[in-house]
């Protein structure tokens, strides 16, 4: 079971509010991604993290911004949230030697009204 | 850069029977492929994994063969149940200096009808 978490699992907010959803893991992970995945099910790659006070935009752009202040903890901020926001939004996390895995978080569904 | 499909998008089997799910890759760097489950309202879950030197594995029921020259490979579940109804993503992998690049098919919606 990997330990992995995320807050809120749901987050139901208005248009113009600034959020962030955070994400941990205590595996000692060096590699953290942020996943877009949108209703037809696709995984889309917003953010990921090689370590601390590393941040890479991923293949999606995204209006989201992340930050890597300790290895465990890599949070995504949006800062004025629109509808066009509302997605499930994934972290994942994988160690940068010795292992291929990435395990996955629970996610956090986030809609915008 | 890597590009992965998956086919089908969707697939209905009777319980009991068989499933097979496969994708296809481009880039033959790419020595990692990862196949995950995703639950209605979970995350996606590694339930198994192959790399690039082996041609097959098998996990109890399910298993998953790697064909690296014509670069595809698929995932098999024998005697499906209904809890094996989810969305099954294969992934492709390869390193680099930092670590591992993952890039995922589309997913393939798999209903076990009882």
């Known amino acids: 079971e990997a330990d992995i978490y995320q807050t809120p699992r749901y987050l139901v907010i208005g248009t113009g509010k600034k959020i962030t959803l955070e994400c941990s893991q205590t595996?000692?992970?060096?590699?953290m991604y942020w996943y877009q995945q949108d209703p037809g099910m696709e995984l889309h790659l917003i953010h990921y993290?090689?370590?601390?006070?590393?941040?890479e935009k991923g293949d999606l752009s995204s209006e989201s911004t992340v930050s890597r202040i300790r290895t465990e903890h890599f949070p995504l901020t949006l800062e004025s949230a629109r509808p066009s926001h509302t997605s499930q939004y994934l972290c994942?996390?994988?160690?940068?030697?010795?292992?291929?895995?990435?395990?996955f978080g629970p996610g956090t569904r986030l809609t915008v009204t | 850069g890597e590009n992965v499909e998956q086919h089908p998008s969707t697939l209905s089997v009777q319980e009991g029977d068989s499933a097979v799910i496969k994708c296809t890759y481009s880039?033959?760097?790419?020595?990692?492929f990862p196949w995950y489950k995703q639950e209605l309202g979970k995350g996606p879950q590694l339930i198994i994994d192959?790399?690039?030197?082996?041609g097959e594995k098998k996990d109890q029921r399910i298993a998953v063969t790697l064909n690296k020259t014509a670069k595809h490979f698929s995932l098999h579940i024998t005697e499906t149940q209904p809890e094996d109804s989810a969305v099954y993503f294969c992934?492709?992998?390869?390193?680099?200096?930092?670590?591992?690049?993952?890039?995922f098919g589309p997913g393939t919606r798999l209903s076990v009808l009882p």
């Open positions: 994942a996390s994988s160690p940068q030697t010795f292992s291929y895995e990435q395990y």
């Open positions: 595996m000692g992970h060096d590699k």
């Open positions: 993290s090689y370590g601390v006070n590393s941040t």
């Open positions: 880039d033959s760097a790419s020595n990692y």
């Open positions: 192959i790399r690039s030197n082996v």
């Open positions: 992934a492709a992998s390869h390193r680099d200096n930092y670590g591992q690049n993952f890039v």
